[in-house]
């Protein structure tokens, strides 16, 4: 289904009638509201918790702030605001990135290690199969607020082993009104989009549109995004439901870390192509709150998504002995189709009462998730053109069948316990029972069937104490759980190993995942208009996941669990106000490493032995986590109507993948430094012109790296087995962007009203 800028003009079309605002309001809410004064500590959105009764360095934003920097993603916007985040720009594509979070990740890739769980209006959207996050899914426009959770808080269940990303969506009643803009500029990209919002009685409604179009930086990198959210509610004084839908039909295409012969001669060369992914989403999500009395809250949601991937992707082939072609081919094309659908829900009951004369919050709960996988993969021999396009010479041949099914029950319970205004205790638990089956189609493997079963009760505990404003303590220790997933179960055979789509991936019959932090922080306000944090953190790992290469181009491998890897740190942040200036700032402090050694095979690693393998050591650097990151924002106004911010952001040294004993001759990808701009002008209280400039002094520089083979040493850089060697591949960040834009907005009645940043 193409719907295209349609969509966009059926939104705005929809604008008609009188709408009143309801003056009703429900305390369960409150989180759809555009600022954050609380934050949600559960994973269905219900009450808030003050973030200073919060035993964690929780970092919050609203939709209004990622809109006044015309960030592209959420996860850009992120990277560039937020502590102890980096990004990972591995497929050379905006829209798959990898999030980092102190040492975790969150990618769309099969087969990244994944360590970071991710909420949408209380529905956990890391996908079944291979607990992926798809950044690209996510209705920038329809984002109301955003709560970074650090740590592995156990109530948000299977995969926070480093962290919680929760976002909730706008709401008509919240977001009244209608808009529509559009913008254009570097790469040839095209973006526009329409909200539309209000209330009527106890009803209310909400809509927004996206359309997306841009060739990308890099050769054979373009992408269209076609985007919709909805959402219907209805609320009174002691009753909520909301039902919204959500729809995507994104093109992705990316191209993969380059070796820096090939980067030299230009960054935007591609090393092999096509890489293509297509996402193909119906979301269906109600949700539904109840004021039993003035202290007990009982809420709920159940939703259906329905999720097709589809990947093709070029590689070269390790089995080419130079005969004749086929059978015998230099290259491979690898084309794979996910299918899944997941269901479920969440219950959970909030009591507000007193206990023994104390302020006391309870929340306690249960959540079922079901997901039915249907995987396939099939490859076909190809050969390459002189600008390395894989052309097919014969019919894609299946290799992979699996039907994965995995269904997640958990039971979980927070409380926060007031001594007194300055003393609150917090004490969490949840209870997973993760059951993972995979089923072969093919008839060829039954090593594949298998049925698994994890189980654990993961604890937390947290104290604050808050003598005074300027000073906020706490100090919290939590434990969180991630179990293989069917597409890892999979791929774990080292006898047998796969072809993954999309990336350089792993695992086998592998044991859960268990994490344990502790952390010890400090924040407060100085002034007015001065606020601060600091933080310690340290998260252990249990049975980490580590992707083993099985072959010399990185195009197949297996997953093993590798002992003990630890991630710990120091995060700061400063945020001050002037008159018309303010400067917020981040850097943070990651040490990433394995804290047992184990055996590797890296026949690209300069330092691999006869047989290709490398001994990683207790203290070796986990690749691709850079050590120092620091962010710093300035926004002035200098009148009214016209504003401008400028953000720096700064990532140190990373190793590359393939280089886990950090002994590799080519050494760290280097570190870097970039500077983006973004303008905005109040033509009139409805007219508003925007521009953003990225990397500014237009900057060399890589976000990824990892060892591989480079098979294109020959003249121009065509394909030549008989000089394929070693080299360290990168993926380079882009250069200077500038895009331009108009945004219109519309009061209530189809009059203009003023294009706030709040709307």
């Given at each position: 289904?193409?719907?295209?800028?349609?969509?966009?003009?059926?939104?705005?079309?929809?604008?008609?009638?009188?709408?009143?605002?309801?003056?009703?309001?429900?305390?369960?809410?409150?989180?759809?509201?555009?600022?954050?004064?609380?934050?949600?500590?559960?994973?269905?959105?219900?009450?808030?918790?003050?973030?200073?009764?919060?035993?964690?360095?929780?970092?919050?934003?609203?939709?209004?702030?990622?809109?006044?920097?015309?960030?592209?993603?959420?996860?850009?916007?992120?990277?560039?605001?937020?502590?102890?985040?980096?990004?990972?720009?591995?497929?050379?594509?905006?829209?798959?990135?990898?999030?980092?979070?102190?040492?975790?990740?969150?990618?769309?890739?099969?087969?990244?290690?994944?360590?970071?769980?991710?909420?949408?209006?209380?529905?956990?959207?890391?996908?079944?199969?291979?607990?992926?996050?798809?950044?690209?899914?996510?209705?920038?426009?329809?984002?109301?607020?955003?709560?970074?959770?650090?740590?592995?808080?156990?109530?948000?269940?299977?995969?926070?082993?480093?962290?919680?990303?929760?976002?909730?969506?706008?709401?008509?009643?919240?977001?009244?009104?209608?808009?529509?803009?559009?913008?254009?500029?570097?790469?040839?990209?095209?973006?526009?989009?329409?909200?539309?919002?209000?209330?009527?009685?106890?009803?209310?409604?909400?809509?927004?549109?996206?359309?997306?179009?841009?060739?990308?930086?890099?050769?054979?990198?373009?992408?269209?995004?076609?985007?919709?959210?909805?959402?219907?509610?209805?609320?009174?004084?002691?009753?909520?439901?909301?039902?919204?839908?959500?729809?995507?039909?994104?093109?992705?295409?990316?191209?993969?870390?380059?070796?820096?012969?090939?980067?030299?001669?230009?960054?935007?060369?591609?090393?092999?192509?096509?890489?293509?992914?297509?996402?193909?989403?119906?979301?269906?999500?109600?949700?539904?709150?109840?004021?039993?009395?003035?202290?007990?809250?009982?809420?709920?949601?159940?939703?259906?998504?329905?999720?097709?991937?589809?990947?093709?992707?070029?590689?070269?082939?390790?089995?080419?002995?130079?005969?004749?072609?086929?059978?015998?081919?230099?290259?491979?094309?690898?084309?794979?189709?996910?299918?899944?659908?997941?269901?479920?829900?969440?219950?959970?009951?909030?009591?507000?009462?007193?206990?023994?004369?104390?302020?006391?919050?309870?929340?306690?709960?249960?959540?079922?998730?079901?997901?039915?996988?249907?995987?396939?993969?099939?490859?076909?021999?190809?050969?390459?053109?002189?600008?390395r396009n894989t052309i097919g010479v014969d019919d894609f041949v299946v290799n992979t069948d699996v039907k994965?099914?995995?269904?997640?029950?958990?039971?979980?319970?927070?409380?926060?316990?007031?001594?007194?205004?300055?003393?609150?205790?917090?004490?969490?638990?949840?209870?997973?029972?993760?059951?993972?089956?995979?089923?072969?189609?093919?008839?060829?493997?039954?090593?594949?069937?298998?049925?698994?079963?994890?189980?654990?009760?993961?604890?937390?505990?947290?104290?604050?104490?808050?003598?005074?404003?300027?000073?906020?303590?706490?100090?919290?220790?939590?434990?969180?759980?991630?179990?293989?997933?069917?597409?890892?179960?999979?791929?774990?055979?080292?006898?047998?190993?796969?072809?993954?789509?999309?990336?350089?991936?792993?695992?086998?019959?592998?044991?859960?995942?268990?994490?344990?932090?502790?952390?010890?922080?400090?924040?407060?306000?100085?002034?007015?208009?001065?606020?601060?944090?600091?933080?310690?953190?340290?998260?252990?790992?249990?049975?980490?996941?580590?992707?083993?290469?099985?072959?010399?181009?990185?195009?197949?491998?297996?997953?093993?669990?590798?002992?003990?890897?630890?991630?710990?740190?120091?995060?700061?942040?400063?945020?001050?106000?002037?008159?018309?200036?303010?400067?917020?700032?981040?850097?943070?402090?990651?040490?990433?490493?394995?804290?047992?050694?184990?055996?590797?095979?890296?026949?690209?690693?300069?330092?691999?032995?006869?047989?290709?393998?490398?001994?990683?050591?207790?203290?070796?650097?986990?690749?691709?986590?850079?050590?120092?990151?620091?962010?710093?924002?300035?926004?002035?106004?200098?009148?009214?109507?016209?504003?401008?911010?400028?953000?720096?952001?700064?990532?140190?040294?990373?190793?590359?993948?393939?280089?886990?004993?950090?002994?590799?001759?080519?050494?760290?990808?280097?570190?870097?430094?970039?500077?983006?701009?973004?303008?905005?002008?109040?033509?009139?209280?409805?007219?508003?012109?925007?521009?953003?400039?990225?990397?500014?002094?237009?900057?060399?520089?890589?976000?990824?790296?990892?060892?591989?083979?480079?098979?294109?040493?020959?003249?121009?850089?065509?394909?030549?087995?008989?000089?394929?060697?070693?080299?360290?591949?990168?993926?380079?960040?882009?250069?200077?962007?500038?895009?331009?834009?108009?945004?219109?907005?519309?009061?209530?009645?189809?009059?203009?009203?003023?294009?706030?940043?709040?709307?």
């Amino acid at each position: 289904m193409r719907i295209g800028p349609a969509l966009l003009a059926a939104v705005v079309s929809a604008h008609a009638g009188t709408l009143v605002q309801a003056e009703e309001t429900n305390p369960a809410t409150e989180l759809e509201a555009p600022t954050v004064e609380v934050v949600g500590t559960t994973p269905l959105p219900g009450i808030g918790i003050p973030v200073d009764q919060v035993p964690a360095n929780v970092q919050a934003i609203t939709g209004a702030t990622m809109k006044n920097e015309q960030a592209s993603t959420l996860p850009e916007y992120l990277e560039r605001n937020l502590g102890s985040v980096s990004f990972t720009d591995g497929q050379a594509n905006p829209f798959q990135p990898d999030l980092n979070f102190r040492g975790f990740t969150g990618s769309p890739l099969l087969g990244t290690p994944q360590g970071i769980s991710a909420f949408m209006d209380g529905v956990r959207i890391n996908e079944a199969f291979g607990d992926t996050i798809n950044w690209d899914l996510i209705p920038q426009s329809a984002i109301s607020t955003v709560t970074l959770m650090p740590g592995s808080n156990p109530v948000f269940g299977l995969n926070t082993l480093g962290g919680a990303v929760s976002v909730n969506t706008k709401s008509g009643r919240e977001y009244p009104g209608a808009s529509v803009e559009g913008s254009w500029g570097s790469w040839k990209r095209q973006n526009a989009q329409a909200e539309f919002g209000g209330s009527k009685g106890p009803w209310d409604f909400y809509v927004t549109g996206n359309y997306l179009d841009e060739n990308g930086w890099r050769d054979h990198s373009e992408s269209q995004l076609q985007q919709l959210f909805s959402k219907i509610g209805y609320q009174t004084s002691d009753f909520d439901a909301d039902l919204s839908y959500s729809y995507a039909d994104n093109t992705l295409n990316g191209t993969q870390a380059s070796p820096l012969s090939l980067l030299a001669a230009g960054r935007q060369l591609a090393y092999t192509y096509p890489d293509t992914t297509t996402n193909r989403l119906n979301f269906i999500n109600l949700r539904l709150s109840k004021v039993l009395t003035r202290d007990q809250i009982l809420a709920g949601n159940v939703y259906y998504r329905k999720l097709q991937v589809g990947n093709f992707n070029s590689n070269t082939s390790d089995d080419f002995t130079g005969g004749a072609c086929p059978p015998d081919c230099p290259a491979a094309n690898v084309q794979s189709a996910t299918d899944q659908a997941t269901y479920g829900g969440t219950v959970q009951f909030s009591l507000l009462r007193a206990l023994a004369g104390f302020e006391n919050k309870l929340t306690i709960g249960t959540s079922y998730d079901h997901g039915d996988t249907r995987f396939t993969q099939a490859q076909q021999n190809a050969v390459f053109t002189s600008d390395r396009n894989t052309i097919g010479v014969d019919d894609f041949v299946v290799n992979t069948d699996v039907k994965g099914t995995n269904t997640y029950t958990g039971l979980f319970a927070t409380d926060t316990f007031s001594f007194n205004e300055i003393t609150h205790l917090t004490l969490s638990g949840r209870y997973n029972r993760a059951s993972v089956s995979v089923r072969d189609q093919t008839g060829t493997t039954p090593d594949l069937n298998g049925d698994n079963l994890f189980v654990r009760f993961n604890p937390a505990a947290g104290l604050n104490y808050n003598p005074s404003k300027a000073l906020n303590t706490y100090v919290t220790y939590n434990e969180g759980m991630r179990a293989p997933t069917p597409m890892e179960l999979t791929c774990a055979n080292p006898l047998a190993p796969c072809t993954l789509p999309n990336a350089f991936l792993s695992d086998p019959p592998l044991k859960p995942v268990i994490s344990k932090t502790f952390e010890l922080g400090t924040r407060g306000m100085l002034a007015a208009k001065t606020s601060y944090n600091a933080s310690l953190f340290r998260t252990d790992l249990r049975d980490d996941i580590q992707f083993i290469t099985a072959s010399a181009s990185n195009t197949a491998g297996y997953f093993q669990n590798v002992g003990k890897t630890r991630r710990q740190g120091l995060e700061l942040g400063l945020q001050q106000g002037f008159d018309k200036l303010s400067v917020r700032a981040a850097y943070s402090y990651i040490d990433a490493t394995y804290q047992t050694s184990f055996t590797e095979n890296s026949p690209n690693n300069s330092s691999a032995n006869a047989s290709g393998d490398i001994q990683v050591n207790s203290g070796d650097r986990i690749p691709g986590i850079p050590r120092h990151n620091f962010k710093l924002r300035a926004d002035y106004a200098f009148k009214p109507t016209l504003s401008a911010g400028v953000n720096l952001v700064y990532a140190s040294s990373q190793f590359a993948r393939g280089d886990e004993n950090n002994k590799d001759a080519n050494g760290a990808v280097p570190g870097y430094t970039v500077v983006n701009l973004d303008g905005r002008w109040n033509v009139t209280d409805q007219l508003q012109f925007f521009a953003k400039v990225t990397n500014l002094f237009n900057r060399n520089y890589e976000t990824f790296g990892i060892l591989g083979e480079n098979f294109f040493r020959g003249p121009g850089f065509t394909y030549d087995a008989a000089t394929a060697g070693p080299e360290q591949f990168r993926s380079p960040g882009a250069p200077r962007g500038i895009w331009v834009g108009v945004r219109y907005e519309f009061d209530k009645k189809g009059a203009a009203r003023p294009a706030t940043d709040e709307n």
